[in-house]
T-cell receptor, first 117, second 111 residues
Framework: GAVVSQHPSRVICKSGTSVKIECRSL??????MFWYRQFPKKSLMLMAT?????????EQGVEKDKFLINHASLTLSTLTVTSAHPEDSSFYIC?????????????FGPGTRLTVL | DAKTTQPPSMDCAEGRAANLPCNHS???????VYWYRQIHSQGPQYIIH???NNETNEMASLIITEDRKSSTLILPHATLRDTAVYYC????????????FGGGTRLMVKP
């Protein structure tokens, strides 16, 4: 299947700092990428949908000024958590849709664990 | 997208078949049944999907009832590495359509 990578896999930062997470589709072009957040023992919650070359669409309750998403190319989307606070500590997962696939399959990255002190 | 109902947890003995049920009684005619799994601290992994016919691949088999209101994912010979949360998702295969995750079933494969 298609491979999606995320960097970094783990990050620990101080409260008030900003953290950037990268999501890359390694062997395919992804016109659409999705960002999810997962708290311990909970299911994945969609944060936003990112389309290459346009603004991201955020789910209700997700602050677009706090979670900045950039999808500048067909293989890279970034999520920046600005002015991070301890409550932002979570597992962030991106996924990419294989362009042109009739079945619209999504492939997920390995996730990034963010800990805000 | 139609809502799905799965048991929160299941146990299975290693080497036995694991049968994971999913109810999707409000499924529409153009909605597919997808299965993903998530091993602890990893991203979800695609397993299989189907519309109305039963499907099989190297990982699992998917059995969909004739009325399409429920389905079963079958792992024919479960191993310890199959311990994970399994998500059944029903959705229209449309460009840009995201996956919406429910609670899933936590499968524990025991020696």
């Amino acid at each position: 299947g298609a491979v999606v990578s995320q960097h970094p896999s783990r990050v620990i930062c101080k409260s008030g700092t900003s953290v950037k997470i990268e999501c890359r589709s390694l062997d395919f072009q992804a016109t659409t990428m999705f960002w999810y957040r997962q708290f311990p023992k909970k299911s994945l919650m969609l944060m936003a949908t990112s389309n290459e070359g346009s603004k991201a669409t955020y789910e209700q309750g997700v602050e677009k000024d706090k979670f900045l998403i950039n999808h500048a190319s067909l293989t890279l989307s970034t999520l920046t958590v600005t002015s991070a606070h301890p409550e932002d500590s979570s597992f962030y997962i991106c996924s990419a849709r294989v362009g042109g696939s009739g079945y619209n399959e999504q492939f997920f990255g390995p996730g990034t664990r963010l800990t805000v002190l | 997208d139609a809502k799905t109902t799965q048991p929160p947890s299941m146990d299975c003995a290693e080497g036995r078949a694991a049968n994971l049920p999913c109810n999707h009684s409000t499924i529409s005619g153009n909605e597919y049944v997808y299965w993903y799994r998530q091993i602890h601290s990893q991203g979800p992994q695609y397993i299989i999907h189907g519309l109305k016919n039963n499907e099989t691949n190297e990982m699992a088999s998917l059995i969909i009832t004739e009325d399409r209101k429920s389905s079963t994912l079958i792992l024919p010979h479960a191993t310890l590495r199959d311990t994970a949360v399994y998500y059944c998702i029903v959705r229209v295969a449309r460009a840009g359509n995201m996956l919406t995750f429910g609670g899933g079933t936590r499968l524990m494969v025991k020696p």
